[in-house]
């Protein structure tokens, strides 16, 4: 496939043209747009919501979104949950530390394969969809392209973290090709479809984990005493440029709706946007290019450091969901222990590894893997990462040389599904032992040295 251009920069209001003078000259709502266009807005954000929290996006389309069959109930209900009671039937929740072997759905095996949209699952999640409030976790595990389906999700915004395989995403704003190493965002409301490469199969499928949240968007945190640079460089940030399909063809448009899924047909593309402006754009990212800032004298700093992006709470600093990862980066600080601390939080801390192995853990967290560290479980470097950084010299020492891990950390307590603690045949029954076999050290000074 040939490689996309994209627009560079975060929150920008950009503007894009697949055909030069598709764009009003003065306003957004001409009498008629140029070249008998249609100019249809999407908000990200209330009317009146505050200039700097503000996001809407004009779109230029060959026909209006609204020019479709009526809304049906999707005929396969993917196991997404939309609220997360904690004594809903498909709610189990444990604050117990909990570990997944690398995680797949069955669907993925019939003969027909499964889609992006239809090998959704949800992990764990908090709140609900309906009052904005929460957020849900998934997984996707898929070997079968969209093909003419398009899907629109009006629960929450959506970060998309692949694991394995490329996702080609297609949007209403132009195409993202999203690698492993690479994250997407696509915003409550933007149709999208998904397409795969040829050796995504049963096997070894298109997978990957998903942050829906209920309420607000993902921004760059701020820097405070860092400075106006560093961690994610918004010039990083990459936006699809406008592409358009002119056609007349039978569409399935998929949407989420309350955590129930609804279909209608369109005979025309839901990506015929010749031009857009505007700062509601899903946009991707390279957390490779992560700057990543730590210690350099003594001390384990907190992982917020390492955060790309935080969907921000009503309470300052305490977040719906940060997005940290934790890159290859070097390790220098003297009388350190330096592996991630003993800990418990009044966060909830959920874990992905998208490959190599992360510092806390020895083994046992594979890559396609998770854990979920829920608020105030205690957990940490388990027994054998704990024995050898207590006694490893302190030289100057590369972590995660070819390994990259995440974490979804919310203030909210997060509830497991059914599927990820009963069904899902991948939850490991013995993680609690990674911390069992810590011994005691405890050398108390004697009586004539007191
Ligand atoms: O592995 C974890 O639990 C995440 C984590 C990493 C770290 O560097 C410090 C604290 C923390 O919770
Ligand atoms: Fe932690």
């Known amino acids: 496939m040939p490689e996309l251009r994209y627009n560079n920069g975060f929150g920008n209001h950009f503007e894009s043209e697949a055909i030069p003078g598709s764009l009003p000259k003065l306003g957004n709502a001409p009498q008629k747009a140029p070249h008998g266009l249609y100019a249809e807005q999407i908000s990200g954000t209330a009317f009146t919501a505050p200039r700097h929290k503000n996001q809407r996006s004009w779109l230029y389309r060959i026909k209006p979104s609204v020019n479709h069959q009526p809304f049906k109930p999707y005929k396969q209900q993917p196991r997404v949950l939309a609220s997360f009671h904690a004594f ?38 908090a709140g609900e969809s ?58 409550r409301g933007l ?95 390279d957390l490779m290019k992560y700057n990543t800032i730590g210690s350099i004298s003594y001390d384990h700093p907190d992982p917020s450091i390492f955060t790309v ?20 980066r070097w390790l220098v600080a003297e009388d350190t222990f330096r592996p991630p601390y003993f800990h418990r939080n009044c966060m909830s801390e959920f874990m992905g590894n998208i490959q190599g192995v992360y510092d806390a853990k020895a083994e046992g967290f594979m890559p396609g893997g998770a854990s979920l560290h829920n608020m105030n479980s205690a957990h940490g470097p388990d027994t054998e990462t704990y024995e050898k950084a207590s006694n490893a010299p302190l030289q100057p020492h590369k972590v995660g040389q070819g390994s990259m891990s995440f974490m979804f950390e919310s203030a909210y307590q997060l509830a497991t599904t059914r599927w990820a603690i009963s069904e899902s045949g991948k939850l490991q029954q013995d993680y609690w032992r990674a911390w069992s076999g810590l011994q005691k050290h405890f050398q108390p000074p004697s009586s004539s040295q007191q």
């Not at 993925?108 to 949800?122: I, M, N, Q, Y």
């Not at 479809?193 to 049963?202: E, F, G, I, R, Y």
Request: glycine content about 6%; overall charge negative; proline content about 9%.
């Open 88 to 125: 809903s039937p498909d709610i189990e929740v444990t604050p117990q530390q909990l570990r997944w072997d690398p995680l797949s759905t069955d669907a993925v095996k019939a003969p027909e394969g499964v889609d992006f949209v239809d090998s959704l699952t949800t992990l764990c999640g």
């Open 130 to 187: 309906q009052t904005k409030d929460g957020l849900a976790i998934h997984i996707y595990c898929a070997n079968k392209s969209m093909g003419r389906k398009s899907f629109y999700n009006s629960d929450g915004d959506l970060l998309i973290v692949p694991q394995q395989h490329t996702l080609h995403v297609t949007t209403e704003f132009g195409k993202l090709d999203v690698p492993p190493l690479h994250i997407c965002v696509v915003q």
């Open 191 to 285: 149709k999208f479809s998904v397409q795969l490469p040829d050796d995504a199969t049963a096997d070894r499928p298109a997978r990957g984990y998903i942050c829906e949240v209920y309420k607000g968007h993902f921004e760059l945190p701020d820097l405070g005493p860092i400075g106006a640079n560093g961690l994610a460089n918004p010039k990083d940030f990459e936006a699809p440029v406008a592409a358009y399909e002119d056609t007349h063809d039978e569409w399935q448009i998929v949407n989420k709706f309350m955590g129930r899924f609804y279909e209608f047909q369109q005979d025309h593309s839901p990506y015929d946007v010749v031009a857009f402006s505007g700062n509601y754009v899903p946009y991707r990212y």
């Open 309 to 328: 992006l935080t969907c921000p709470s009503d309470s300052a600093g305490t977040a719906v969901c940060d997005f940290v990862i934790f890159p290859p």
